[in-house]
């Protein structure tokens, strides 16, 4: 997988998880349609998203493109940790 491809499975997930917590964002989406991610500022993505997506369009799927206008910095889930420095590591 190249990173672009890890990148858009990446963004698939985001969009996932907006659609939940917006579904009226989904209503603007029609069944069975193809998807063109966008993220703004980054027109090397952009470019390899449409490519992909002229590859694999026709006439019986609609395509749609999602702007990602503004995209927070990745953070992690963890609440809390501990860290602990060991010499030797016990099985």
């Known amino acids: ?11 698939i997930k ?3 998880r907006y659609i939940r917590e917006h579904p009226e ?5 029609p069944d069975e349609a193809i998807l063109v ?26 395509v749609v493109l999602v702007k990602i206008t503004k995209l927070a910095p990745l953070r992690s889930r963890i609440e809390q940790l501990e860290v602990e420095r ?5 099985l």
């Open 1 to 11: 997988m190249n990173a672009f491809e890890r990148k858009n499975t990446a963004l």
């Open 37 to 62: 991610l966008q993220i703004e500022g980054d027109s090397d993505f952009n470019v390899w998203a449409r490519g992909l997506a002229d590859s694999r369009s026709s006439e019986e799927y609609p």
């Open 14 to 16: 985001e969009l996932n």
């Open 25 to 29: 964002c989904a209503e603007q989406i």
């Open 86 to 90: 060991v010499t030797q590591v016990g």
